[in-house]
């Protein structure tokens, strides 16, 4: 079946430094590549998603990029911030066009920024 | 309102007990869903109501029955739960045509002794 694959499970870094999150999927027919921040105690907030016709995505600090043809799609945080601390997910789905609801998620990145 | 509501925040109950879980949203999203995660792992699919239809039931055991009363409310009735059923409820909802956008509440932390 559909299959997402997350690394690293955890990362570290300094406060104003960058984090990259990589993620693959097996399903060619993916289209949408959304994230997810899940800080302790809450549920999972969508900060930024892309779609397959799109190579590249930012929003501030955070910058989506996808490489359908290896069928790879990072998260990138800038100049991060102890706030950043998180768990987060990136999930692949075949929704943009109304084929389905359903997203398949990767097993997590646990962030830690350092002061 | 730009938020998925849940309550109760957090329950605790026995085997034979039986809970409702309430998820309610008043953006006008179409599709609701419930999911259930454990700690340390990524949120599982279990119900999908689209146009408060029932469409995806990831073979949840009968044990959890979901009811979508109207568009903007969504429940989770529990009976009968075991141990291993202990675990964060989560619901979520998606906005009409964009269906594939999901928007998380906080969830509720369920027990089951």
């Known amino acids: 079946g559909e299959n997402v694959e997350q690394h690293p499970s955890t990362l570290s870094v300094q406060e104003g430094d960058s984090a990259v999150i990589k993620c693959t999927y097996s399903d060619s027919a993916s289209n949408y590549f959304p994230w997810y921040k899940q800080e302790l105690g809450k549920g999972p907030q969508l900060i930024i998603d892309i779609r397959s016709n799109v190579g590249e995505k930012k929003d501030q600090r955070i910058a989506v990029t996808l490489n359908k043809t290896a069928k790879h799609f990072s998260l990138h945080i800038t100049e991060t911030q102890p706030e950043d601390s998180a768990v987060y997910f990136c999930?692949?789905?075949?929704?943009?066009?109304?084929?389905?609801?359903?997203?398949?998620f990767g097993t997590g990145t646990l962030l830690a920024v350092q002061p | 309102d730009t938020e998925v509501t849940q309550t109760p925040k957090h329950l605790v109950m026995g085997m034979t007990n039986k809970k409702s879980l309430k998820c309610e949203q008043h953006?006008?999203?179409?599709?609701m869903y419930w999911y259930k995660q454990k700690a340390k792992k990524p949120p599982e699919l279990m119900f999908v109501y689209s146009y408060e239809k029932l469409s995806i039931n990831e073979s949840v055991p009968s044990r959890f029955s979901p009811e979508c009363p109207n568009s903007s409310l969504l429940n989770l009735h529990l009976h009968a739960l075991q141990p291993e059923d202990s675990a964060l409820y989560l619901c979520?909802?998606?906005?009409?045509?964009?269906?594939?956008?999901?928007?998380f509440g906080p969830g509720t932390r369920l027990t089951v002794t």
């Open positions: 999930a692949a789905s075949k929704g943009y066009g109304g084929a389905t609801n359903k997203l398949i």
């Open positions: 953006m006008g999203h179409r599709a």
């Open positions: 979520a909802s998606s906005p009409a045509g964009r269906l594939y956008e999901q928007y």
